[in-house]
């Protein structure tokens, strides 16, 4: 956009330029002369002007050479042009009064059908494109104005329409001279210099931008009506009067040397200034050129002026600018900004030792539940809200700066300890303690917030927020609503659980995970009813890990959907196994279903192809489901769960009791099983309200139809209890532990029961 808006700005710079050169101009050779010395090399490295005399013959006014040497050769057209056959553009444009655009060798070879004089001079100029304008009076052509190049793609649309602007602008001050030519002699040099003052003064007043004349000395010898408004200057106020005598303050952006050096032959630019219009209070800024004023002898008579009213460019830049460094919604600094402020300190830190400051991270607590509930717009209101409360509790020095979504940064200068970070930390942690009013609601919010400190020696500002985010999400880890400062040992931490993360990616194409198989016991018999089936992670250095140590990671990192379908499928392809083996031993086997995967739009299909891939009957499959993955969207599960009841599949509720328990689930779902949190079992015996609430769900879930497995059964008194309450399946250590496949089949080989 700046590009296309500089090529503006020069493109009516070089056409006020051309109407100073106009007005000055003593006749039609002069005019043309001086229009073709303009034009080239800045539009041509050739040009010519032609014009039709009123006994109908062609002459030519002009023609410049950019080269010194061709030079010579291209006056040669000059003066009368002889009759006689002619194929070339500028006889076509002549009769059509239409512009031609072209490249020699591309457009039919005119040029062997041109006149002889024609033909040698392009040879010779080594014209290889062209552009031809019509010069029309009152609609018709009177002659042509030629653009010629060396280059053969120097001519594209943009220089077709900026030669076009010349041309008209030659042949209006052409059609003044050859008026006047018509008139008397006596009376023909007053017209002429009346119609070129009237000419002059209809384009400055006209063109977009201030034009001004110098003399020698620098007094103002004109001075348009855009400079009148630009400045609120008079005409009559500046005329005659020396530009720094009236504007003194040019000095200090050093106009006086750039006039020095105009007047020298240089045509030269200076620095953008600000403007205020006296009495109106208006301001802007504007940029100004500078080049020399040549009369027709070719000596420099004085300085042109171009001025430009920039202020929309120059606000644009600044708005760019302060959109590139601050967030859009809340207007604070982004993280461009922060991090740029905290390079900062930390070159400062390393000057003075004695300098501390620390980076703080903020997170939101739960903010994604604002937007799911009452909707992104209250969402935005109350990020502002923050903004506004966080900026508040804010000392001379700090920073706050929003990171995106509901994440927050702040620069904290002057701590240096523990203590005083700590007071600044819960005085900004306070401001959450009075709710925020969205959509004439009260919402309360908490934040987690981790801080990293400058005492640590760091000399990298993104390694300093690094270390704020993990003390962040070690504080939500605790119990949200909180603050932690880092330490070495956090860092420890987090390479650990990276390269876990890592190790954790790999590890089902190494063939590192394995599934153990825990005996689900028929408590009116004690014989094996079934197994559930859970994942084991054999790392290469650190053993055999437990499920509570990676899946956590593996359920924040997506990880957990491809390991439950390998799981899945090795559970049937497993039981598909010991069926051959052990006809007729009709076990089940459990497995757990991620609230990942449960919300995967291919469960159903990905369900399909393991059970066609292992041929294990899916009546004795039990998918274990979570309660939290059935009711974050109560209504697209209970759709789900219908379709894996179609297939056969038994479904269960697992680890009822734990999380958001309602008895009214067990009605509202097509369940088979409800599997009893261990929690419950282990308050058998000692907590009578626990054990009266086991017993209702219990009840219910026979009343619906419903078995029931009580799992983390480890003591006789337990199993005692529970056979009073009369569950149908338990499990736990009781009997075993998770054991592997080869354990497992012994069970089945012995026919174990207890």
Known sequence: ????????????????????????????????????????????????????????????LASIHADPELDGTARRR???????????????????????????????????????????????????????????SRGQPVGVMAFMAADPTRYGADELNATGDIARRVAAALDNFL??????????????????????????????????????????QMWNAFMEQLTGRREQEVIGKRALDVF????????????????????????????????????????????????????????????????????????????????????????????????????HGTRDASFGFGVAFLDVDRFKVVNDSLGHAAGDEMLIAIARRLESCLRLGDTVARFGGDEFAILLSGVHDVEGTTRVAERILHEFAEPFVLNGQEVFASASMGISLSTMGYTDGDAMLRDA???????????????????????????????????????????????????????????????????????????????????????????IVPIGWWVLREACRQMREWDELYPGSELTVSVNVSARQFAQPDLEEQLDRILLETRFDPRRLKLEITESAVVRNSAAAAVTLAALRERGVQLCLDDFGTGYSSLGYLHAFPLDTIKIDRTFVAALGNDAPTTELLQTI???????????????????????ALKALGPRHVQGYFFASPLLPAEAEALIREGRSW
């Not at 194929?87 to 490249?103: D, N, R």
């Not at 999400?473 to 990276?498: C, N, P, S, W």
């Open 179 to 220: 008026l006047a030519d018509t008139l008397e002699a006596a009376r023909r040099a007053e017209e002429r210099a009346q119609q070129s003052e009237h000419f002059l003064r209809t384009i400055l007043s006209s063109v977009g931008e201030g034009v001004i004349v110098y003399d020698r000395e620098l007094r103002h």
């Open 698 to 720: 219990l009840e219910l879930g026979r009343t619906l139809g419903m078995d029931a497995i009580a799992e983390g059964v480890e003591s006789a008194e337990q199993l005692e």
């Open 78 to 136: 000059l003066g009368r042009i002889e009759p006689g056959p002619d194929a070339s553009p500028f006889a076509e444009v002549l009769q059509t009064g239409k512009p031609m655009i072209g490249v020699l060798g591309a457009d039919g070879g005119w040029v062997d059908r041109s006149r002889e004089q024609d033909r040698d001079l392009i040879r010779r100029l080594g014209v290889h494109s062209y552009i031809v304008h019509p010069l029309l």
């Open 1 to 60: 956009m700046h590009d296309a808006v500089s090529r503006i700005e020069e493109r009516q710079a070089f056409l006020a330029k051309l109407g100073v050169v106009a007005a000055s101009a003593p006749d039609t050779a002069a005019l043309a002369t001086n229009i073709a010395g303009l034009v080239v090399p800045q539009h041509a490295d050739w040009c010519f002007i032609e014009v039709v005399d009123a006994d109908g013959s062609r002459r030519c």
């Open 469 to 559: 985010d993990t003390a962040m999400y070690r504080a939500k880890g605790v119990g949200r609503g909180r603050f932690e400062i880092f330490d070495r040992a956090m860092h420890t931490q987090a390479v650990l659980q990276l390269e876990l993360e890592t190790d954790l990616r790999r590890a089902l194409e190494r063939g590192e995970l394995v599934v153990h198989y825990q005996p689900i016991v028929d408590l009116r018999d004690g014989r094996l009813a079934g197994f559930e089936a859970l994942v084991r992670w054999q790392h290469p250095t650190r053993g055999l890990m437990q499920p509570a140590d990676f899946i956590p990671l593996a359920e924040e990192t997506g990880a």
């Open 248 to 347: 003194p303050h040019l000095r200090e952006y050093g106009v006086d040397h750039l006039m020095q050096r105009a007047l020298a032959g240089e045509t030269v630019h200076a620095p953008d200034m600000p403007y205020r219009v006296p009495h109106t209070g208006r301001s802007g800024w504007m940029s100004t050129s500078y080049s020399p004023h040549v009369a027709p002898t070719g000596e420099i008579i004085g300085v042109v002026g171009i001025v430009h009213d920039v202020s929309e460019r120059k606000r644009a830049e600044e708005q760019l600018m302060h959109n590139a460094l601050h967030d859009v919604l809340t207007g604070l600094p982004n993280r461009a900004l922060f991090l740029d402020r905290l390079d900062r300190l930390l070159r």
